[in-house]
Nanobody
Framework: QLQLVESGGGLVQAGESLRLSCAAS????????IGWFRQAPGKEREFVAA????????RYADFVKGRFTISRDNAKNTVYLQINSLKPEDTAVYYC???????????????????WGQGTQVTVSS
């Protein structure tokens, strides 16, 4: 069993930065792939970024365009999502998810993850 807790969200102005954290319990954290997803009001949950445990391979959504960086610190059981140059359209609840068996190719698919956090709200004002 793995528990995930997101933090770092908040209300910011366009152009500012945030670093979201996903803290996990569990001794085998380093073997999990971690994905970040977001859901805006009235919209479907969408993939943002993910990092696999094999070689720390990363994948990003096309809309990221270099503004987002995902990283992990296995010693701290934490995955980070650095978001720069925030835009109002980035406003959403951001969720992290984890899975042991997922391939790096499937990390963009939310249905493939077994564990989810409760989410952290990011609101960007113009």
């Amino acid at each position: 069993q793995l528990q995930l807790v997101e933090s770092g969200g908040g209300l910011v102005q366009a152009g500012e930065s945030l670093r979201l954290s996903c803290a996990a319990s569990g001794r085998t954290f380093s073997r999990y792939a971690i994905g970040w997803f977001r859901q805006a009001p009235g919209k479907e949950r969408e993939f943002v970024a993910a990092i696999h445990w094999i070689g720390a391979r990363t994948r990003y959504a096309d809309f990221v365009k270099g503004r987002f960086t995902i990283s992990r610190d296995n010693a701290k059981n934490t995955v980070y999502l650095q978001i720069n140059s925030l835009k109002p359209e980035d406003t959403a609840v951001y969720y992290c998810a984890a899975d042991l068996r997922i391939s790096s190719e499937a990390m963009t698919i939310p249905e493939r993850y077994d564990y989810w956090g409760q989410g952290t709200q990011v609101t960007v004002s113009s």
